[in-house]
């Protein structure tokens, strides 16, 4: 017999060899015909394997991440399996779950698959889905599966199998289509029923653009038809709210090949959006302890070999930067924390010096490939809003929650009411990957836990999650239309101080170790600008927005008391726009909308003869006709108060 411990802590105990189905149905059938895969001591499974030791068990449905990412790897199958009936002789590199769907790399060989080819695989799909093939894995030798895919002549299956062992091998096959995959997978296809191919783009083997480039094609299931049609709303709204259309539309921000991909151009709007971003941070962190520096925009590469980074970084870093000096190599910053160190090295700290709080927006660069830029979202140069804290041991957790309570007041400040914190931890077993001793790993993580539950954060806990050099409490913020984004992080770090042989001198007058605390609430300029963009759809804030007011005066009779009146407001620095232009004033009214301003003052006859403004909210028309003080009060306190005139 073995004991398996459910997630509320009961135990029950079955027969060796049971399965997570077996159990699923000795709890309640009802229960049983939802569930889609189960964790097994941490691991996802397949329903059918055998549970054969005692087990911390839980029971993953549509409902749960691993239940999801399951979902979408066993439809990635099914879409190479109408792929392949459709196009006999293509091979298939891999085909991963995603946040949202999964998508699957293919040699189509001399085939080329177009949009209107997507419509008929989708109906292959749904065909071979409603066969209700079970997904069955079977395990085998290195041996046999290099013997199988070589008459067959994949090399691709052939290079991944180079990577493998046996004793971990396994092949999964529903219906006519095998694939060599380490699972785990739904119990049949029949699951799968709504279903949306969803785009198709290039992708080099590997992500190595000396290789060949496959054709990648996404897509996302769902277990109904109704799912599907809300997604495909949802997906609707998300093309009105992307970031890119929008950033060209508000003139925020512009690529150019001949600056470089990934490198975003800040046009004056987009700057002056940032800028205040920026303000507004640096006075929270100002408020708390903060202090600024500055640090290059490159460093010596001995400082990234002492950092750790080289190692487990420098092949996505820019190539180096070599001088006339022999030997001597730099490279683009890729994070600022190495420099900040150094900063803390440059005085003897004593316990009197700490905690100490180093702040700086700082621009890094770090090597993406071409195919997985994207807008402000994935780019070879941005600027986080970073900070490093140096303190003592018995102050980190206080310190952290001094942290959370700065992320918590900017996701109110730009109502991102929504989310989750994630706290990452190392894998359970294999540390491999991770750098510094089990003892200050597990005194960092309790820290974080800790510091977590008490401030009353909803939390998550995600193995193998973890950052190279200690845990991390990550913020997942919803949007406006239920995305998830990851922004604001927190991360604990006992490594780089022994790495950079950081101290500081205690009251016992010997020296100690201090401990590091990285975070940045906004993660990058950039990316945190995108997410707001779409959360928002452009309409920034009052506080925020590049122009708060734009003045509309209706002929050019009134032009100068139009002037006039955009003296004073900028007299009370409130961002101001006059709209000249020889047109109608329901045309510049329009105009205005699409501009996402938030206010607008229309100016005629009756408003110049009572040195007045007839004020508009973008989105919900006249609000009353004002005094000029009347109306700077009103901006002044919605901009102090960071809430919408109503």
Sequence with gaps: MI???LPDGAVREY?????????????????????????????????????????????????????KSTFWHSSAHLMAEAIESMFP????????PLETGFYYDIDLGDNSIGEEDLRRLEVKMAELAKQSNPFLRKEISKADAVQLFTDKGDEYKLDLLSNLQDGGITLYTQGKFTDLCRGPHIPNTGFIKGIKLTNIAGAYWKGDEKNKMLTRIYGVTFPTTKELDEYLVLLEEAKKRDHRKIGKELELFAFSEKVGMGLPLWLPKGAMLRERLQQFLQKVQMESGYLPVITPHIGHKN?????????????????????PQEGEEF????????????????????????????????TVYRYEQHGELHGLTR??????????LFCMPHQVKEEFKKV?????????SLDFPDFTAQISLRHKTDRAKYMGTDENWELAEQAIIEASAEKGLKTVIEYDEAAFYGPKLDFMVRDAIGRKWQLGTIQVDYNLPERFDLTYIGEDNAKHRPVMIHRAPFGSMERFIAVLIEHCAGKFPLWL?????????????????????????????????????????GKKIRDTELAKIPLMLVIGEKEMNENKVAVRRQGKGDIGVQSIDEFIALVNEEVKTKRAIE
């Design 331 to 362: 490279f683009l910053k890729p994070m600022n924390c190495p420099h900040h160190c150094e900063i803390y090295k440059i005085s003897p700290r004593s316990y009197k010096d700490l905690p100490l709080r180093l702040a700086e927006f700082g």
């Design 3 to 5: 004991k398996i411990t």
């Design 15 to 67: 027969e060796a060899g049971v399965s997570a189905i077996d159990i699923a149905k000795s709890i309640s059938e009802g229960l049983a015909r939802k569930v889609l895969a189960a964790s097994v001591n941490g691991q996802v499974w397949d329903l059918s394997r055998p549970i054969n030791e005692d087990a911390a068990f839980q029971l993953l449905t549509w409902n749960d991440l691993n239940g």
């Design 545 to 585: 927005a590049p122009t708060q007011v734009k003045l509309l005066p209706i002929s050019d009779k009134f032009l100068p008391y139009t002037e006039n009146v955009a003296q004073q407001l900028k007299n009370a620095d409130i961002r101001v726009e006059i709209d000249d232009r020889n047109e109608k004033i």
């Design 303 to 323: 400082l990234y070999v002492t950092s750790g980074h080289y190692e487990k970084y420098g092949k996505d870093s820019f190539q180096p930067i070599k001088t």
């Design 379 to 388: 780019v070879r140069g941005f600027t986080q809003d970073d900070a490093h």
């Design 89 to 96: 002789g293509v091979k298939f590199w891999v085909g991963p």
């Design 404 to 412: 959370i309570d700065i992320v918590l007041y900017v996701l109110k």
